[in-house]
């Protein structure tokens, strides 16, 4: 099933989405940032069918999400490195498994996100960077600007620009 492209529309979030927002693209970029890296481990871990899977690191390596390296010649084979816009998503993922923990997991969490030296479970939170406040509630709002760049018009509304300016 073909979607139409988000990749036009001036939301960050929608953006994004275009460029990962299919959920087997989620799977193989928590997979990778877990260490995974070749097409068949990616395959035993998620149980995707072949095509799909290499549909999806293609487009992750055209995203720029994921670098494609050439491990063996004979036969060719490849291996999937995350790329620094890769491992800038892993606050998004870590953010999921806290929302799903918390929204759809009635028997509990069965994964956690834990201190490496102290084992102590973490509550995620988003925060501001500058400010080391959490951003949440009524204190904080989205603003939205003008793009710098215009983006280009759908064909149908050129015409009608056109015509009416």
Not at 62 to 74: F, P, V
Not at 97 to 106: D, M, Q, S, T
Not at 120 to 143: F, K, M, N, S, W
Not at 155 to 162: M, T
Request: aromatic letters at 6%; hydrophobic letters at 35%.
């Amino acid at each position: 099933m073909r979607h139409t492209s988000l990749s036009e529309m001036s939301c960050p979030i929608a953006r994004s989405l275009d460029r990962v927002g299919e959920w087997w693209s989620m799977l193989i970029l928590r997979d990778a940032l877990r260490g995974v890296t070749r097409f068949d481990d990616f395959r035993r871990s998620l149980g995707v069918a072949p095509n799909m899977l290499t549909r999806r690191l293609n487009a992750l390596v055209e995203a720029g999400m994921l670098e494609r390296r050439r491990y063996s010649e004979r036969p060719p084979r490849d291996e999937y490195i995350p790329t620094a816009r890769g491992r800038d998503f892993r606050p998004v993922l870590l953010a999921l498994l806290a929302y799903g923990n918390r929204h759809f997991a009635p028997e509990g969490p069965n994964v956690e996100i834990v201190h490496s030296a102290t084992g102590i479970p973490a509550d995620p939170v988003l925060v501001d960077r500058r400010t080391g406040l959490p951003i949440d509630g009524p204190d904080y709002r989205t603003v939205h600007h003008a793009p710098k760049t215009p983006l280009p018009l759908p064909l149908g509304e050129v015409g009608a620009r056109q015509r009416s300016g």
